[in-house]
C-alpha cells in the first residue's frame, strides 16, 4: 500500500492526523484527545467538521470586528488575487498600500499620520520599539536605549514585545530577552475596583511610577513607554481614569515617546477607530492589527506622529531612511481586505454601533454577578472580563473547563485566560445575541462551578 493510499482524502475539512501540527499557545496533548475544531463561520458564527452552529463570543481572536465572511471582504481578497498576488514592498509598491495607509491615517487622532505596515500585532510592537529607538537615534539622542512597558502588559511574542510584556509565562523561558527594560506596575486592584464599568475610578496615581522610573534610570535613558489602553489579553483591563493622561504628561515632560498598542482596542472594539480617540489621549505612535482586515488576511501596522517620520527623511534621498521591513508588509491581499473592511466599518457605522452595544452589553455581563465563583466582571466597550475563583487544585483549570463546556455543550466560543472569561464578540452582533451570550455564560458559570 502506498503512503498516499494509508492517509484519509486530502479534500475533507475533517483532520487525518493531529500530531504533526504543533499548536500556538495550546495545551496541545489535552486538544488531540478532544478537539475544538471549527471548519467554516458566517457572519456572528462557526461551524465545526460536522455542521454544529457555535456562537462568536470572541471575535474569533479579537479580530473579525466585522463579523465572519462577509461577501465583500471575500470579494475583494478574491479579486486582488486574480489581479496581483504579490508585490516586493522594499523599493517598490503597489497603490492598494497608500490607499489603506492613507485611509487608516484619516482614522487616527491628532498628527498620526503615517503607516509602515508588517503582518501582525508581534511585528507592529516590535517595529514600533524599533522606531523609538532609532527616532532617538537619528536626533543624535543615542543614550535613550530603555524601554518601558508595564507588568501584566501583553505585547506579543517578538523578543521586544514579550521584553517588554508583563505575563510572566510568556518570558521566563526565553532567556535574558531585551537589555535595559523596566515595567510600570498593574493597575489591576480588584478591592478597589471590582464590578467597575469601562474605566474604574481608582488606580489613576498609578501612571507616578513613572516618574519614579524616570528617578532611577534618568529622562536621558529612556526611549519609550509602551502600554495597551484596555489591556485585553491578560484579562480585560482598562486603564484608570486620569491613567492614560497622566502617562501623556510625564513622557511629554521628559521627551519620552507614549505608544499605545491598541492591536486588540482599534477598529471598534472601543466604540472608536482607536482608545486614543476615546480616551482623549494622542500617543506618538499607535500599532494595530487585528481589526484593520476584520481577521481576515494577516497585517498589522504602525501608525506614527509627522515629526516622528519627519525626523528620518534627512540626509541624501538615495539612502533608505529605516533598515527595517517585512517581505510581506502592505501585502496586496491584506490591503485589498483592508481597505473592504474599512468600507464596511464604515457603511454599517460599526464602531457607532458599538458603542451603542455598549451598555446592553455592560448590563448583560454584569447581570452574572453573583453566579458561584464570580470576583469580578469588568465590561469595557465591547469586550468584558469575568474572573472566576481558581479551583483549589490549580490556577486555570475553571478557566479551562468553562472553555471546554461553552465549546461542546452550550455551542459558545469564549477566551479563557488563567480563570478569567474574556468576551469581544464580532460588532454585528444583535441584542438579542448579547443576550444570548450572556445566558450561555451564565450556564457555563454554573457548570464549572
Ligand atoms: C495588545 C496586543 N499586542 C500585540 C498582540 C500580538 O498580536 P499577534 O498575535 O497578531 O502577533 C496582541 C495579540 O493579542 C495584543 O493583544
Request: charged content about 20%; overall charge neutral.
Amino acid at each position: 500500500m502506498s503512503m498516499a493510499a494509508s492517509r484519509p482524502s486530502p479534500i475533507t475539512n475533517a483532520p487525518n492526523d493531529l500530531e504533526p501540527y504543533w499548536m500556538p499557545f495550546t495545551a496541545n496533548r489535552a486538544f488531540k484527545k478532544r478537539p475544538r475544531m471549527v471548519a467554516s463561520a458566517k457572519d456572528m458564527h462557526y461551524f465545526t467538521p460536522d455542521g454544529r452552529k457555535l456562537l462568536d463570543g470572541s471575535a474569533g481572536l479579537w479580530c473579525t470586528n466585522a463579523g465572519h465572511n462577509r461577501p465583500s471582504i471575500v470579494a475583494a481578497i478574491q479579486a486582488q488575487a486574480a489581479e496581483m498576488d504579490y508585490a516586493p514592498p522594499f523599493q517598490f509598491a503597489q497603490p492598494k498600500a497608500f490607499e489603506l495607509a492613507a485611509r487608516v491615517a484619516a482614522m487616527a487622532p491628532g498628527d498620526l499620520d503615517h503607516v509602515f505596515f508588517c503582518n501582525s500585532g508581534s511585528e507592529a510592537v516590535d517595529t514600533a520599539l524599533k522606531i523609538a529607538l532609532a527616532f532617538h537615534n537619528v536626533q543624535g539622542r543615542g543614550s535613550r536605549v530603555r524601554l518601558i512597558g508595564r507588568e501584566r502588559g501583553y505585547h506579543g511574542v517578538g523578543f521586544g514585545g514579550i521584553a517588554v510584556g508583563g505575563i510572566v509565562n510568556n518570558r521566563k523561558q526565553f532567556g535574558s530577552l531585551l537589555a535595559g527594560v523596566d515595567h510600570l506596575p498593574a493597575t489591576y486592584n480588584r478591592a478597589e475596583q471590582a464590578f467597575s464599568i469601562d474605566q474604574p475610578e481608582w488606580g489613576g496615581h498609578l501612571a507616578d511610577a513613572l516618574d519614579g522610573l524616570v528617578a532611577l534610570h534618568d529622562a536621558s535613558t529612556i526611549a519609550a513607554v509602551i502600554v495597551e489602553p484596555m489591556a485585553g489579553s491578560t484579562g480585560v483591563i482598562p486603564a484608570p481614569k486620569g491613567y492614560l493622561q497622566k502617562l501623556r504628561a510625564i513622557c511629554d515632560k521628559h521627551g519620552i515617546l507614549l505608544i499605545f498598542d491598541e492591536v486588540i482596542t482599534g477598529f471598534g472594539r472601543m466604540g472608536y477607530a482607536f482608545a486614543a480617540e476615546r480616551y482623549g489621549v494622542v500617543p506618538d505612535m499607535i500599532t494595530f492589527a487585528k481589526g484593520v482586515t476584520s481577521g481576515s488576511v494577516p497585517m498589522g501596522g504602525v501608525l506614527v506622529r509627522k515629526p516622528i517620520y519627519d525626523a528620518f527623511m534627512q540626509g541624501p534621498e538615495h539612502v533608505v531612511e529605516l533598515f527595517h521591513g517585512y517581505t510581506y508588509s502592505a501585502h496586496p491581499l491584506a490591503c485589498a481586505a483592508g481597505l473592504a473592511t474599512l468600507d464596511l466599518y464604515r457603511e454599517e457605522n460599526l464602531f457607532e454601533r458599538a458603542r451603542k452595544l455598549e451598555t446592553p452589553w455592560a448590563q448583560a455581563a454584569l447581570a452574572l454577578k453573583g453566579l458561584p465563583n464570580v470576583l469580578d466582571i469588568r465590561p469595557v466597550g465591547m469586550t468584558v472580563g469575568i474572573d472566576l475563583a481558581s479551583k483549589p487544585d490549580g490556577v486555570g483549570k475553571r478557566g479551562m473547563a468553562a472553555l471546554e463546556t461553552a465549546f461542546h455543550d452550550h455551542d459558545i466560543m469564549l477566551r479563557a485566560v488563567g480563570d478569567t472569561l474574556a468576551l469581544s464578540p464580532p460588532l454585528i452582533i444583535s441584542e438579542a445575541q448579547i443576550d444570548e451570550v450572556f445566558d450561555k455564560v451564565g450556564k457555563i458559570i454554573k457548570a464549572v462551578a
